[in-house]
Structure formats: structure tokens, C-alpha cells
T-cell receptor, first 110, second 112 residues
Framework: EAQVTQNPRYLITVTGKKLTVTCSQN?????MSWYRQDPGLGLRQIYY???????DKGDVPEGYKVSRKEKRNFPLILESPSPNQTSLYFC?????????FGSGTRLTVV | GENVEQHPSTLSVQEGDSAVIKCTYS??????FPWYKQELGKGPQLIID?????GEKKDQRIAVTLNKTAKHFSLHITETQPEDSAVYFC???????????FGRGTSLIVHP
């Protein structure tokens, strides 16, 4: 089944403790992206990648890092999480037009 | 850059009624307009899209219309059912770009 898989689905962590949210797609898509979703603000792009080793900032990149060493994987790294990064995160990929989204990761930073 | 405005933010209808969600965009170079449906606890899912060389597209109970001159596009759902209850997002993508700009979403509630 064609899909984007994110892990974990839920994560509660403490301020300053480094964490990684993994994202993997099995559709051989070149373009991958990370979004955060907050009430009233919709979907805001954090980072995106056009292909392996090619990444760029989206609208809200502060406090986040990404890497694209393989086509299928696009992890999101929070080096020192803060409470304002508490949010619902989505990974997405596409080849041409519309996105395929993952199921989301709900992150709480206390 | 592109700016997409989506209205209303919340829409409540009775089962069987029609629902219309409207979006406007600012960049005349945008040429691809997808709509996504996000059910509770899930990621957004592409439900219909339209390109700028087409004025209307239908798929069973859903349709999308595009007015390039006025720079707005709309999602129409007929004969709504409780399972249509979800958050709907519109988006616009500039020609040659991979990056869509999303509207802020509309929460559709269909009352049985």
C-alpha cells in the first residue's frame, strides 16, 4: 500500500531533550515536506526537500532540522525542544501534484 | 508570495443540505488548486483538484469551480452526509513550484 509512515504517533518530552520524528514513504517520491498544524493557523511548512541531499526552509523553520540521506526517509529533528513546539506534525510527499500525508505526530513539550 | 484566504472557518449544515467552501488566492501565476479533507485523528487526504485551464470538475457529490479572473475557487458538496464532517483545506500552487500555500481550513459539521 502506498503510504507515508510517521513515528511516533504521540510523544511527550521535556524541554531541551533532543528528539527525532521519523518519516518514510514507499512511493519513490522526490519531494517531501514537514508541516505543523496549530488551531486557527492551518498547515505551516517547516522544511522541504526536493530530492536526496537537497533541503530548504519553509515558513517556520526555527528550532528544527531535517536531513535527506535517502529518497524514502526525511526525519525531523528538534535539537532542543521548547514548549512552543507543542503541535501536531505531518510529513508529506509527492511526485507531481497532490500530497500524500502521514497520519501525524502529536508532540507535547513540557 | 502567495496568500490563500479560506471561508468560512466553521460551517454547520443539516444532513442532505449542500455545503460550499470558498477560497481566494493572490498570485495570478498559481495554476493548481487541490482540496484536502482531514478526518479526526488523521492526516489530510486529497479529495479533488483543478487546474487553471479548467473551470469546473466533478466527482460524484463533490465539485470544484475556479474563477481565474476573480482569483477564487470553491468546493461544493451536495447531499451532505455525517461522514462528510471533517476539516477541509484548500491550497494554491504557483506554476513551476512544488510548494503549495494552504488556506487555514474549514471545519464542516453535518448534523444527522
Amino acid at each position: 500500500e502506498a503510504q507515508v509512515t510517521q513515528n511516533p504517533r504521540y510523544l511527550i518530552t521535556v524541554t531541551g531533550k533532543k528528539l527525532t520524528v521519523t518519516c518514510s514513504q514507499n512511493m519513490n517520491h522526490e519531494y517531501m515536506s514537514w508541516y505543523r498544524q496549530d488551531p486557527g493557523l492551518g498547515l505551516r511548512q517547516i522544511y522541504y526537500s526536493m530530492n536526496v541531499e537537497v533541503t530548504d526552509k519553509g515558513d517556520v523553520p526555527e528550532g528544527y532540522k531535517v536531513s535527506r540521506k535517502e529518497k524514502r526517509n526525511f526525519p525531523l529533528i528538534l535539537e532542543s525542544p521548547s514548549p512552543n513546539q507543542t503541535s501536531l506534525y505531518f510529513c508529506a510527499s509527492k511526485l507531481g501534484d497532490g500530497y500524500t500525508f502521514g497520519s501525524g505526530t502529536r508532540l507535547t513539550v513540557v | 508570495g502567495e496568500n490563500v484566504e479560506q471561508h468560512p472557518s466553521t460551517l454547520s449544515v443539516q444532513e442532505g443540505d449542500s455545503a460550499v467552501i470558498k477560497c481566494t488566492y493572490s498570485d495570478s501565476a498559481s495554476n493548481y488548486f487541490p482540496w484536502y479533507k482531514q478526518e479526526l485523528g488523521k492526516g489530510p487526504q486529497l479529495i479533488i483538484d483543478i487546474r487553471s485551464n479548467v473551470g469546473e470538475k466533478k466527482d460524484q457529490r463533490i465539485a470544484v469551480t475556479l474563477n481565474k479572473t476573480a482569483k477564487h475557487f470553491s468546493l461544493h458538496i451536495t447531499e451532505t452526509q455525517p461522514e462528510d464532517s471533517a476539516v477541509y483545506f484548500c491550497a494554491a500552487t504557483r506554476g513551476g513550484s512544488y510548494i503549495p500555500t494552504f488556506g487555514r481550513g474549514t471545519s464542516l459539521i453535518v448534523h444527522p
